[in-house]
């Protein structure tokens, strides 16, 4: 009588360890997770609450990682804002040529990945006599400027009431006080909710882990900015906070050929961005969604 | 009442091991039917292994459609999860005898589509390394601000709550107790809007992105509820009817009659929601028009779509048109037919014709194509198997619970008449 349960316990204590040796085999792609992932990185805490010490010891854990990873020495700071300073930025549409240089400067400068050509920056090519995106397109492959178009880069609004990182759920993206919207990617856990926030198109997805070759590794980084991201997180335009906190351009300006960008701290009455904002009848693009960007667009007339 | 002596701290632990024993113990059938579920389970785990050592370029997913097959049914799962309150609501505010009966059948179904949805968010964050981020107190819970917070409360709040009102009634029969109303009555209706509330907040996470016209509509919250009643309903009276072939378990047919009309009338407000959404964006034509022109007619050479539209429509009309003919009432066959073509129709309906149209065209007007990936494909299969898992074996101990198969040494079996009349 006693037998046969005896037996049936055994059937399935045999089951349960056949089941849980599939479990372990179907799960064990993770062991590549070191990778990609650290003990380090696992522990860290956010942005905002890592003290000046934490941070050094983050950022130079960081520097290894990278030097494991992309055979590259490289230094990695955390830039932050100066008070009295807010970033506007103002694009000349009157001026643009559309050749896009602006979005391959930002494809080095901010270490992105090389095999799909990633940039903060899509040129629309638009046409003459509307402002219809729908009539837009950003897969042109022709000489420019081509007749009846003209062209409009848009990146990261740094809007003054994102909607992006009201989403996030864990506070991995907010707007610092000199108006630039950025992410801790190490705290960003890739749910991309704040990618199907943004009415602009600005933000962008790790979907694999970066490719640069260690030559074309922009050395020069930032936590927040530049350096070189983690598979499976979001990052976006930072304005190269890396750069502009330190007074130099952004470096989507610096690669303009015609001028059309301008940027600089709107508190300062003598800056550049300032007249433009003073004496350029300038827009934004859909103002109707209050997101009020600090990212303004003019024509020259 | 003599088990009733046994103190908890002995009782529960050796009534968790009779679970985990009944939960393990069936025909051939059962064996079959669980070891293709882990068979599916297992090929799901591990692509999602691969797709979070590898990233997530395995899946179709872009920058311009960054939500996709898992969102989609995420969405539908939560649905799901909400529709079985439709058994709750007949049964205890109606008193309706039959569907008292039953209605754990539609708690569980509850429980196990909860867990699907949980595991959809899970498969599709990119760093799921990181959930701890999300634990208030330890990580940034990012409440009240983030809508998606609000989910992860009321879905896990939801949970909870099945969890306690089926747990508890399980584990009272098996002590041959009453059920001591105060422990479950408050959150049975707790639960009732409870129920309400965590299809709502799915979707209020889409309908409050002002950049994405498709979704940004106050009829989107009316609408996941409307085909919820569908979906919810369809599902359970399937599963009664499988219940009644194979278990000992009396369903009773009143409750299979009142499931019916309840997917009837919201089958013709989804409908009848959706006529109105049409009208509006193809009457008023413009750029709020776009995702739905994509969606049932094409664009600019784009028609990914449309197919799954036309086969969800005709699939939603036909059913409908079948539930509501009065001389096929009687016919078992033809109306199972319509239940899961109904059932396809809001799957098609919630997924590839809500989360991907809401991406296409992007906020720039490009039009970028999405079609799932294997990978994804895999991956979702397996999240639907682990879900029907926790379904089967909920129900295998439920229902043992009820019939009072699943009972202490000494306690009284004769419960089931009585505890009808408290409720």
């Not at chain 1, 009848?281 to 003019?298: D, H, I, N, Q, S």
């Not at chain 2, 969890?163 to 508890?168: D, K, N, R, S």
């Not at chain 2, 709020?288 to 009309?317: C, D, F, K, Q």
């Not at chain 2, 014709?353 to 990978?375: D, K, W």
Request: proline share 5%; hydrophobic share 45%.
């Amino acid at each position: 009588m006693d037998e046969k349960p005896t037996r049936r316990v055994a059937l399935k204590v045999l089951g349960a360890t056949l089941g849980a040796a599939a479990f372990e085999r179907a799960l064990s792609p993770l062991r590549e997770l070191s990778e990609i992932t650290s003990v380090g990185d696992f522990m860290q805490k956010h942005y905002r609450e890592l003290s000046r010490d934490e941070m050094n010891a983050v950022l130079r854990r960081l520097e290894d990682e990278t030097q494991q990873r992309y055979g590259r020495e490289v230094t990695i700071r955390d830039v932050r804002p100066t008070e009295g300073v807010q970033f506007a930025y103002a694009l000349n549409l009157s001026v643009c040529i559309g050749c896009r240089r602006c979005a391959d400067a930002c494809h080095v400068e901010n270490n992105h990945d090389r095999p799909t050509h990633q940039s903060y920056i899509r040129v629309l090519e638009m046409t003459s006599g509307s402002m219809d995106m729908e009539q837009g397109n950003t897969g042109y492959d022709h000489t420019v400027p081509a007749e009846g178009k003209f062209y409009m880069p848009v990146q990261c609004q740094q809007c003054e009431n994102p909607p992006c990182t009201k989403v996030c759920p864990v506070e991995a993206t907010w707007q610092e006080p000199d108006g630039i919207v950025v992410v801790d990617y190490n705290w960003c856990i890739g749910c991309r909710y704040c990618e199907a926030a943004c009415p602009y198109h600005a933000r962008r997805f790790n979907w694999h882990k970066p490719e640069i070759p260690a030559a074309e590794i922009n050395p020069d980084q930032s936590y927040l900015s530049n350096r070189i991201r983690p598979q499976g997180v979001v990052e976006k335009c930072t304005f190269c906070l890396h750069r502009t906190r330190e007074g130099r351009l952004p470096a989507c300006l610096e690669a303009c050929p015609t001028g059309a960008r301008v940027f600089g701290n709107v508190l300062d009455p003598n800056s550049d961005i300032r007249w433009v904002l003073e004496n350029k009848r300038v827009f934004v693009l859909k103002e109707e969604l209050g997101t009020r960007p600090r990212f303004f667009y003019f024509f020259d007339v | 009442m003599a088990h009733s002596g046994v103190p908890h701290h002995l009782s529960y632990p050796r009534f968790l091991l009779k679970v985990l024993d009944r939960a393990t113990d069936g025909t051939w059938r059962f064996y079959a039917w669980m070891f293709v579920l882990t068979a599916i389970a297992l090929v799901g785990a591990n692509t999602w292994a691969w797709q979070v050592a590898r990233g997530m370029a395995v899946t179709a997913m872009s920058d311009h459609v960054s939500w996709g097959l898992y969102i989609a049914n995420f969405t539908f799962a939560v649905g799901l999860a909400a529709g079985g309150v439709m058994m709750v609501i007949p049964a205890y505010l109606y008193h309706d005898e039959d569907m008292h009966d039953v209605v754990i059948i539609g708690e569980l179904l509850s429980v196990a589509a909860i867990v699907m949805a949980l595991g959809f968010v899970v498969v599709d964050l990119g760093r799921p390394d990181r959930f701890w981020h999300m634990i208030p107190g330890l990580g940034k819970f990012h409440w009240p601000v983030s809508m998606l917070t609000w989910d992860v409360i009321v879905l896990n709040g939801y949970l909870a709550i099945n969890l306690h009102v089926c747990g508890y009634l399980v584990y009272t029969r098996y002590r041959g107790e009453r059920p001591d109303p105060r422990w479950y009555l408050p959150f049975v209706f707790l639960s009732i809007i409870w129920a309400i509330s965590i299809h709502t907040v799915t979707a209020f996470l889409y309908s409050g992105l002002g950049g994405r016209p498709f979704w940004n509509s106050a009829l989107l919250a009316p609408r996941f509820l409307a085909s919820a009643f569908v979906t919810g309903p369809a599902f359970i009276i399937l599963s009664l009817q499988l219940v009644r072939r194979f278990t000992a378990f009396k369903v009773p047919e009143g409750a299979i009659r009142r499931l019916l009309d309840i997917l009837r009338v919201a089958a013709l407000v989804n409908l009848f929601m959706l006529a109105a959404e049409l009208f509006t964006h193809f009457y008023t034509g413009g750029h709020h028009a776009a995702a739905v022109r994509y969606l049932w007619l094409g664009m600019h050479g784009h028609h990914e779509l449309v197919p799954w539209m036309w086969t969800s429509i005709t699939l939603n009309l036909g059913a409908v048109a079948v539930l509501l003919t009065p001389s096929l009432r009687e016919r078992r066959v033809v109306i199972n037919t319509a239940l899961v073509a109904i059932f396809a129709a809001v799957w098609i309906e919630k997924g590839m014709g809500l989360i991907v149209p809401g991406f296409v065209p992007s906020t720039l007007h490009e039009l970028v194509p999405y079609a799932p990936s294997i990978a994804e494909w895999k991956v979702t299969a397996g999240v639907w198997a682990l879900g029907l898992m926790v379904f089967t074996v909920a129900l295998k101990v439920g229902l043992q619970a009820m019939t009072g198969e699943l009972r202490a040494p000494g306690a009284q079996a004769d419960l089931a008449v009585e505890e009808k009349e408290v409720a």
